[in-house]
């Protein structure tokens, strides 16, 4: 759990690294910025960061963890483009969650959050990729690909094909998720 201060202070770095990589950052914030100060990254006790702040501080996770990894690699990918994705990447889960009021689910099954049934239908990717083009943010088409590609591994053609960006992203949520997990 995060306290007031520490979700302020994570949200602060977020919105500081979105407006050193996107020049549009304050059209996302405004549609999006209460809903990202407060989402949580997953909605099940056991899984990570599921509490109020959870997403920000999961993302900030997600781009420490790329930016290591892309140093390691013999040939890096470009950084910024790198940065840009791990920023926006899991966007999409601003409006996914709501809390769960059903205390035996809470209890037994630690389902703080319960699934937003008014969404459309979407992958977290898509729906990132989705809300960063409506807020006129500018994405290459490899950027976009790494984006909406990284959560379908279980498609063989993404999985093959998928650009080396977005092959570290991949790695480096993976890898956040771990961090996330070992620290709870």
């Not at 997953?42 to 899984?47: A, C, D, G």
């Not at 990570?48 to 702040?53: L, N, V």
């Not at 959050?113 to 500018?138: D, P, T, W």
């Not at 092959?167 to 996330?180: F, G, H, M, Q, W």
Request: glycine letters at 4%.
């Amino acid at each position: 759990m995060l306290n007031e201060e520490q979700i302020n202070q994570n949200y602060a770095r977020y919105t500081t690294g979105l407006a050193k990589y996107f020049k549009n950052s304050n059209t996302l914030l405004s549609e999006l910025g209460e809903k990202l100060l407060i989402a949580p990254a997953s909605s099940v006790k056991s899984l990570h960061c599921a509490y109020p702040g959870g997403l920000i501080e999961h993302i900030l996770e997600v781009v420490k963890c790329a930016s290591k990894i892309n140093k390691a690699l013999d040939n890096p990918v470009s950084e910024e483009s790198l940065m840009r994705v791990a920023l926006i990447s899991e966007i999409g889960k601003a409006e996914l969650y709501l809390i769960n009021t059903d205390k035996w689910q809470i209890d037994n099954q630690g389902k703080v959050y319960i699934f937003n049934e008014k969404l459309a239908s979407m992958k977290v990717g898509e729906r990132s990729a989705y809300y960063a083009l409506k807020c006129g943010l500018e994405l290459s088409d490899t950027e976009y690909q790494a984006i909406i590609n990284y959560e379908k591994e279980e498609d063989a053609s993404v999985k093959w094909h998928t650009n080396p960006i977005g092959k570290v992203l991949r790695y480096a949520i993976d890898i956040a998720i771990i961090n996330e997990k070992n620290r709870a």
